[in-house]
């Protein structure tokens, strides 16, 4: 097989790795906290994504958080009703970072992410974590394919994220009363990401499909994980924020799993 094309395949399992840790760590877990992860889990999923993204995950959180709190109005972090679809699309990782390095930000939005001893010792140094990702490519695949295979890695995940926030708040099927858009074949490419629509309509939900022919690839991570004790879901329903197009709320909301049983 030529050089070229193993290292595309790599780079692209490379970014799916990434891209699961997005999904089910940064996202449903940390920020949302649709689901718990057992201690071993938790951590593993830090590790991984420290090498397959550098991402602080207190940043990332405060700033998708902050997105939630301001869904394409003044204050949103990237949206593309504000900013233009392109200056979203190609100019995430700059709107990213602006926000992740506001530390108000991060402390008003991540206070319940304190860093701790291996923040300070291995996960806040994303240059590192990214460096031993690279030098585990270059030594299992050779370096020419591992630095390849990097490169498409890189590509490949900043504009599939990229993709969320851009065309997932610009594109596709509208199902509830919110600013974003479902896309199937975005899904596929983002663990589950692509129903965005259904994301910010339920943003507690571990679950991203709500309908059938919607197909949610991090729900099968997810689903593993607690079928092997590594994960809880925290709600067992769907609990909405915002309407299906042209309804109002169910009036009866599912109470909270952990609430006082003489309270529900
Ligand atoms: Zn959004
Ligand atoms: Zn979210």
Redesign the pocket.
Known sequence: MPQVLSALIIGFVASQIAVVCTTVFL?RAL??RALSLSPGARFAFRLVTWVSTGIRPRQWVAV?RK??AFTDVEGDPHSPLLLGFWKVQLGNVQLYRKCARDGEVVRRYAKDLPADKWDRALFDHGVLGLGLGLAFLCLAFGWQVGLMAAGFHVVIYLAINAAVNAVGHMFGKKIYENTARNSQWLAWLTAGEGLHNN??AA?TSARLSHAKGEIDPGWWVISLLVRTGQAKVRLGSLRLATPRVGEALPEVLEPEPDAPVAAR
């Open positions: 996202h920020s949302h998708h997105h939630h994301h910010h943003p």
